[in-house]
Each structure stands twice: as C-alpha cells, then as structure tokens.
C-alpha cells in the first residue's frame, strides 16, 4: 500500500502571497494568488492515498468575512471525509454527511467566539479501480467550480455555482423566513452574502446551507488527457470552462494550473485566485498508489490569510448538472442516516462538536483545551462575499478576549 500523503503548508506571513503545491508524480498542481486583494482568504487541501491507495481526495476553500472557516476546511473536511465509515461503499452519503458534520461544529464555536467567518468548499473523490476507469464524487457548496476535461469531449460541469438569484435557492430561502436583497447589483442573502451555499456563516443559519450538492461520474481513463480543474471564483470570473479545458489539455496539470491562474490575473481579476488541476490519469489505482516522498506524513497542502477588497461576482453561469447524479438535501428531507452521519463519522475529535473544532482550530474551549502553542489570530470582515456589520448583538464586548487560535498537527 502506498504510504498516505499530506503535506502541511501553515504560512501566516502576510507578505506570502503566493502558494503552490504539486504531486511527487505529476499527480495534481495548485497554484493560489493573493492577487489584488490585501488578505489572503483561499485554502486548498489534497489527501492521496486516502486510507486505501486508490482513493483521493481534493479540496478548494474560499474563505468570505474572514480566513478562519477556510482555514478550518483546508484542516479538516478532507481529514473527516477520510475517515468515514462509507468513504469507499456510499462516498455520496460520506460527503454529505462531512460537510454537515463540519458546519455544525465551526458554526458552534462561531456562536461561542461571535466568529463571522463562512466559506466556500468544492471537494472531489477520485477512486481508481483496475479496470482502468476512475469514480468521480464531488460536493460543493459556494460559486468555487469543478470540471471534467477530456480530449475529444465537452467540458463536463460537476458544479453549479450556489447564488441567492437562483430561482431554486430564492425559493428554498424564502420558505424557511429568509430574505434576497439586492445590493450593490448583486442578489444577497438577507442583504449580506453573495452566495446561497456556504460552511459557516452561523448568523445566516439556516438560509445559508451547508449541505452540498453532490454529483458522481465514471470516467475511463483510456481515452486519452483527463483532467479534473477545482478553482475559486477569482479563476472562473475571467476564464471560461472551455478556455480551462483548452490550457490543460495543451499544457497538462502543473503549468495549466499556472497559465490560468496568470490568464485571470492578466484580466483583472480583483479576488484571491487559487486553481488546482487534477490529472487523473497518473493519479495511482488500486496497488499503484502515489505518494510523496517516503519522510512525508499525512498530506494536506494549506494556503491561506485574510481578504479583503471590493467585490464582483461574475453573471450565473451556462451550465447543467445531471438531476439524476445530484443529491441535495438543503430542505432537510434526506434519510436522517444520511444527513447527519454522525455514526459513521471517526473522526478522533468527533465525540463533542465543540471539542472537535477547538481541537481543529485551536480556539481554546475551556480546561480541557489542547496544550498547544498559540498564534493569535483576528477574523477580519471582508468584502468579498459579504456587506454590512454585525448587529450590536453579534459585536464582541471590548473586553471580551478574542478566540486564541492554535494549531495541531493531523495524524
């Protein structure tokens, strides 16, 4: 079995504005750009080898009123999904239940520390089996995007970019109480968030879901170039889904992803840009894992910071996502097994909520906190995706201490 990795990046140099992370073989590159903004919110998280050597695992986080839910993701969504019970059995029922396993926990703490921090998540399970085919499974809540390029073939959209002007999700907002309020040209969740679909943001509960929409593919992988592309909106506001698919098929993985990643800045993208290009044919099968280098341990690629600057949103997009492949249980009327999927959750902190995303985050809970060394850190507002302030009942007292943040090693 090939030897699990994740690679761990914990910069929190502002002047870091650059990020990048590659596969030993070829495997994946991301790229990530702080771009024009003056904070740097995008994360990114990879998990080869994923507990067996065919399964991995793919992460793009865009972080909004703040870096600590991004940062949170890129630490442990793809940690979580690694451990679930049905990973390789029901990976549908495996995504969702960890992306709602980790909203209610940073959204927890964010009432418990009055955190405004919400996030963007577009993770893909790769499986590759020995009939020379890969099982695609992909999540997304947020306007971060995942396509499947392949030569010969159009572009196929894994996702769709989750925005209040969508008539499904106006629908599904209304219904529960909440509010779409233009501002500033763009449909708001309740006058303050651009996207309908986010990790966090706990005072938009619960118009704002964190369930994810989830589509799977069987994809052969002899049929030529084959590539999975995961970027945020910084990427996609500039570059079409046929322009990703022609700068990967000509260049491959690690100089696409930089290619389109200067093609969006070279247009004037204003947002933090992160792109991470998956090729999957040298991604290992089963008994021909890749891995990183024998010394790495546990394998997670992390860049990130805090944005902010002003905002633009790119028109809703030209795309389908196959109905039929699609789970979405935002309305809340998905089997209980599969929506909460706490029992089959081992995460090692997933006995307490609290517990866990103090653990994960390091904001210190009460006595019974990790001894770890502390790195205080702010959660600024950014004006990214939202607008407007807390209400005085959200504002922190002044002399309330701010959440200490620590970090702790995944194992």
Known sequence: MAEESWHSQHSKDPEAREREDFGANGEFACIAKQGKRDYMEDCFSTHLSAGKDNIHLFGVYDGHGGSLCAEFCADELLHTLAQHAQLETNPKRAMQ???????????????????????????????????????????????????????????????????????????????QGGMIIMCGGLARVQGCLAVSRALG??????????????????????????????????????????????????????????????????????????????????????????????????????????????????????????????TSSASGNADESESSGASNITHDAGASASASAAGAMGIEAGADAADTTTAGLTSERSEKNVTGTASPAEQAPENQQEPRITRRKLS
């Not at 938009?204 to 049929?223: C, D, I, Q």
């Open 97 to 175: 239940a960890a992306f709602e396993f980790l909203d209610s926990v940073f959204c927890e703490l964010s009432h418990e520390h009055l955190l405004q921090d919400g996030s963007t998540a577009t993770v893909a399970i790769v499986c590759r089996d020995e009939k020379q085919q890969a099982s695609l499974t992909v999540g997304n809540v947020g306007d971060s995007r995942c396509v499947l390029v392949r030569a010969g073939k159009e572009v196929d959209v894994l996702t769709r970019d989750h925005l209040p002007s969508l008539d499904d999700e106006a629908e599904r907002i209304r219904d």
């Open 201 to 326: 943001d706990a005072s938009l509960k619960p118009y704002v879901t964190g369930t994810p929409e989830v589509v799977s593919r069987k994809v052969p992988m002899n049929e030529g170039p084959t590539f999975l592309c995961i970027a945020s909106d910084g990427v996609w506001d500039e570059v079409s889904n046929d322009e990703a698919a022609e700068v990967l098929l000509a260049r491959g993985a690690k100089d696409g992803a930089a290619r389109l990643v200067r093609l969006a800045l070279d247009r004037g993208s204003d947002d933090n840009l992160t792109c991470m290009a998956i090729d999957l044919r040298a991604l290992g099968g089963s008994g021909a894992g890749s891995a990183g280098t024998a010394d790495v341990k546990a394998a997670q690629s992390i860049g990130h910071a805090r944005s902010s600057g002003a905002e633009r949103k790119r028109p809703a997009p030209q795309q389908r996502v196959d109905s039929a492949d699609t």
